[in-house]
């Protein structure tokens, strides 16, 4: 599935993206690692290259959509496709909407939705053009259910959730599959690169009401629901539970919602 496919990764020098790069060079794929850190980017590649993958790094501000656009442009150059897109870089954001200014949602969004929108138009369209490939954004357990204090990245979240359930249909038909992967609290930099607004600036990591997992139970499951060509492809365990027990029986996550907006502002808030 993966031989000698070109795989793009974005957010790849840590967390997720780290592992998505490893499991696509395991698998025989041409992996190109991508991040803002150009450091941990290349100690990646150089990773995937010790599994004997062919693999490049370059560092990449996902917000920039002119150096998005070259960058692909590049990757694409030499044998002419772009087989998968892990849309994967973002950061968090931890604060309740009263305690976040207008300028902090900017920053922020500017990253986890115009950044994923920006890797998203180019290999979209590299796809359809092509008449063949998988772009994968990575989304969260927070784009599928409430997430209260986490208002800013659900938002972005849900966001991401709904345009690969739209470029999905719209791509069925071009040759070009879609999907997201919806994990719930999974080791990651995230937890370090996490904006807050009214909060200990741990919050994003403490007030976790789930064990965080290792990233690397995540990557076989992502692998499996790529092969398997799901829309979303949720993890772990109770991530799923969640998300279902929202759709069917709504009331019970509401009232623990409200419940854990108590615990946490008891716990984290340093506002009034």
């Not at 849900?158 to 470029?167: E, K, N, Q, R």
């Not at 719209?170 to 990651?188: N, Q, R, W, Y």
């Not at 995230?190 to 403490?206: E, F």
Request: aromatic share 10%; hydrophobic share 45%.
């Amino acid at each position: 599935m993966f031989r000698d496919k070109v795989v793009f990764i974005t957010g790849a020098g840590s967390g997720i993206g780290r592992q998505l790069a490893l499991g696509a060079a395991q698998r025989g794929a041409r992996v190109w690692c991508t991040d803002i850190d150009a450091d941990a980017t290349e100690r990646v590649a150089a990773e995937c290259r010790a599994l004997g993958a062919d693999a490049r790094a370059r560092r990449l501000d996902v917000t920039d959509a002119v150096d998005v656009a070259r960058t692909i442009a590049e990757v694409v150059a030499p044998d002419g496709q772009l087989d998968y897109c892990f849309n994967n870089a973002g950061i968090g954001f931890a604060g309740e909407f009263r305690d976040t200014a207008l300028e902090q949602w900017r920053r922020f969004l500017d990253v986890n939705l115009f950044g994923v929108l920006h890797v998203a138009h180019a290999a979209y369209r590299q796809m359809v053009a092509q008449g063949h490939g998988h772009l994968v954004n990575t989304a969260s357990l927070a784009g599928l259910i409430p997430t209260p204090g986490l208002s800013a990245y659900g938002a972005s979240k849900w966001a991401v959730v709904s345009l690969t359930h739209s470029l999905r249909l719209e791509g069925a038909d071009l040759g070009v599959k879609v999907s997201a992967i919806c994990p719930g609290f999974v080791e990651s930099n995230i937890y370090s690169r996490t904006m807050v607004a009214g909060l200990k600036t741990d919050a994003m990591r403490t007030m976790a009401p789930f064990p965080i997992v290792p990233a690397d139970g995540l990557i076989p499951r992502v692998f499996e629901g790529l092969a398997r060509n799901k829309a979303l492809i949720v993890y772990p365990f109770y991530a799923g539970l969640l998300w279902r027990l929202w759709r069917f029986i709504p009331w019970a996550t509401t009232w623990k919602g409200r419940a854990l907006v108590r615990k946490r502002r008891r716990e984290y808030r340093i506002v009034e």
